[in-house]
């Protein structure tokens, strides 16, 4: 019986360059960048999209921009992923190829926000149909998640410029991606979790953190992943709003120190405002 699991190159590149830079003072830095780089992804030897990285787990993110896509139900779909930087290229062979891809890759969305991308399809074809576990979140659990992001080593504080995003299980962190737009953070982790065991892949016990904005795009994914709870160190946009509102998804944005704002299903947060007085671990 042959193995379900795509077979994954482990491609790697630098995640950040130095460069010289003169300061307010007229003196010259050496700082560090992010090294954004072009993925071109060809799935059976047809192009499909040229995605922008760091590079961390590009893999990973192919996988995940197919599942989130909606061209693939499953992992086992997927042969194989090789990853070339030298060409810049990542290679997705198929089991059996994608039913109507044609179709299915016809209408492109422009995605909204930095590392600029593309979805294909009606945004929000099926999304109703999206039932959420009934989870919660304790205000606890949500001061241990935005902690544990403040206090984590990342390529942001070295370098700046990129997006972040992690999944957690209570307060327990399980993934942490960075690059340099939160869509390519989120494919990553999409593309992680299906890797992984059955307690994994299921999102129903799963909180979604990002660094960036929740726009209906980024509500949508976590939708998809099964995540009903979602934090934000930014806010929300009116239609990432509504469809969190439509599917009973927590939506917590402005999430930093003690400070916070519940903008969709508040019932799935379970407060402690006493909590909000306690003083911040160190870093």
């Known amino acids: 019986m042959r193995d379900p699991s795509p077979r994954l190159s482990s491609a790697r590149a630098d995640l950040t360059r130095l460069v010289e830079v003169v300061d307010?003072?007229?003196?010259?830095?050496?700082?560090?960048?992010?090294?954004?780089?072009?993925?071109?992804?060809y799935v059976d030897?047809?192009?499909?999209?040229t995605l922008m990285t760091l590079g961390a787990h590009p893999e990973l993110l192919v996988l995940g921009f197919l599942r989130n896509q909606r061209?693939?139900?499953s992992a086992s779909q997927v042969?194989?992923?090789?990853?070339?930087?030298?060409?810049?290229?990542?290679?997705?062979?198929?089991?059996?190829?994608?039913?109507?891809?044609?179709?299915?890759?016809?209408?492109?969305?422009?995605?909204?926000g930095c590392g600029q991308g593309s979805v294909f399809g009606d945004l929000m074809s099926d999304v109703n149909t999206i039932a959420?576990?009934?989870?919660?979140?304790?205000?606890?659990?949500?001061?241990?998640?935005?902690?544990t992001i403040r206090v984590a080593d990342s390529t942001y504080k070295t370098a700046g410029s990129?997006?972040?995003?992690?999944?957690?299980?209570?307060?327990?962190?399980l993934m942490m991606v960075e690059d340099v737009g939160r869509h390519n953070a989120i494919d990553t982790i999409a593309g992680w979790m299906w890797l992984q065991d059955a307690a994994v892949q299921r999102g129903d016990d799963k909180i979604f953190y990002?660094?960036?904005?929740?726009?209906?795009?980024?509500?949508?994914?976590?939708?998809?992943?099964?995540?009903?709870?979602?934090?934000?160190?930014?806010?929300?946009?009116?239609?990432?709003?509504?469809?969190?509102?439509?599917?009973?998804?927590?939506?917590?944005?402005?999430?930093?120190?003690?400070?916070?704002?519940?903008?969709?299903?508040?019932?799935?947060?379970?407060?402690?405002?006493?909590?909000?007085?306690?003083?911040?671990?160190?870093?």
């Open 162 to 173: 990129v997006h972040g995003c992690a999944l957690f299980r209570g307060d327990e962190l």
């Open 132 to 147: 959420l576990a009934p989870a919660t979140l304790s205000q606890q659990q949500l001061y241990a998640i935005v902690n």
């Open 24 to 41: 307010e003072h007229g003196k010259t830095q050496t700082i560090a960048i992010p090294a954004e780089r072009a993925l071109t992804v």
């Open 210 to 283: 990002t660094t960036g904005r929740l726009t209906s795009e980024m509500v949508i994914k976590c939708a998809q992943m099964g995540v009903p709870i979602v934090i934000s160190r930014s806010g929300i946009t009116q239609m990432g709003l509504e469809v969190a509102q439509n599917l009973g998804l927590c939506a917590v944005g402005r999430a930093t120190n003690r400070r916070f704002l519940c903008f969709s299903a508040p019932q799935r947060l379970l407060l402690q405002p006493a909590l909000a007085q306690a003083p911040l671990r160190a870093a």
């Open 71 to 73: 061209l693939m139900d």
């Open 79 to 112: 042969e194989a992923i090789t990853v070339d930087w030298e060409v810049g290229a990542a290679a997705v062979t198929t089991r059996d190829g994608i039913a109507d891809i044609a179709a299915k890759t016809a209408k492109r969305v422009v995605t909204t």
């Open 45 to 49: 030897r047809r192009e499909l999209v």
